[in-house]
Structure formats: C-alpha cells, structure tokens
C-alpha cells in the first residue's frame, strides 16, 4: 500500500467549482490507475471517476459526467477531480485510490490504496 493525500475539498455555493488533488508518497502517479470517490452521509460510498496508468484512458460517472472531469499533473506527481457546476447533492467526503499498472480501469475497478478523503460541502 502508498499513502494518498487528497486536499482541496471545502465549501462551495450551488454552480461552484473545485478542483481536488490526490498525490502519493514515494510513488510515481502515473504508474497507477487513481480513482476518485464519494461518500455521502447515510450513503454508500460511490465511485465518480478513474484514470488508467500508461493510457491515461478514463472513466466518468454518468451523474457527474458533463461537469467533473479528471486529469493528471506529472510535473506535480498529481491526480486532480475538476468539478464544476456544482449541486448540493455533490456534499460528501471524496476519496482517491491508486491501484499499480492497471491501463484499463473502470469504475468498478478495485483498488490497493485509499487515501483519507477530504470533505466536499456544497450549500448557499
């Protein structure tokens, strides 16, 4: 396992935008397939994006697909979740997890690491 460090969460009004890092320890990122999920209270949790290692292919949730993209920063050793347009039921602790050598991820693609999430509050 690699430790993952997400940041970026916050408080954002209804039509907002975050952008949420991941990054890991000692590790090259883009060796890995990183995923991105959320929980939301009272909810299980749900995978909302992934990026393959070596294709960079990626996969969207069909609920966040027009407004979260997700993308690699090499030179910062960096996974980010772009998330615009933002609802009140995006609310929940977002979580990234890596997985090595994986060019293919999906979203029920299983992961090694989980980093501690970072918490994600849309609300005017």
């Known amino acids: 396992q690699v430790q993952l460090v997400e940041s970026g969460g916050g408080l954002v009004q209804p039509g907002g935008s975050l952008r949420l890092s991941c990054t890991g320890s000692e590790i090259i990122m883009g060796n890995y397939a990183v995923g991105w999920f959320r929980q939301a209270p009272g909810k299980e949790r749900e995978a909302v994006a992934c990026i393959s290692s070596s294709s960079g292919r990626d996969e969207i949730a069909d609920s966040v697909k027009v407004r979260f993209t997700i993308f690699r920063d090499n030179d910062k050793n960096t996974v980010h979740l772009q998330m615009r347009n933002l609802k009140p039921e995006d609310t929940g602790v977002y979580y990234c997890?890596?997985?090595?050598?994986?060019?293919?991820?999906?979203?029920?693609?299983?992961?090694?690491?989980w980093g501690q999430g970072t918490q994600v509050t849309v609300s005017s």
């Open positions: 997890a890596a997985t090595p050598w994986n060019s293919w991820c999906t979203l029920e693609t299983r992961y090694d690491s």
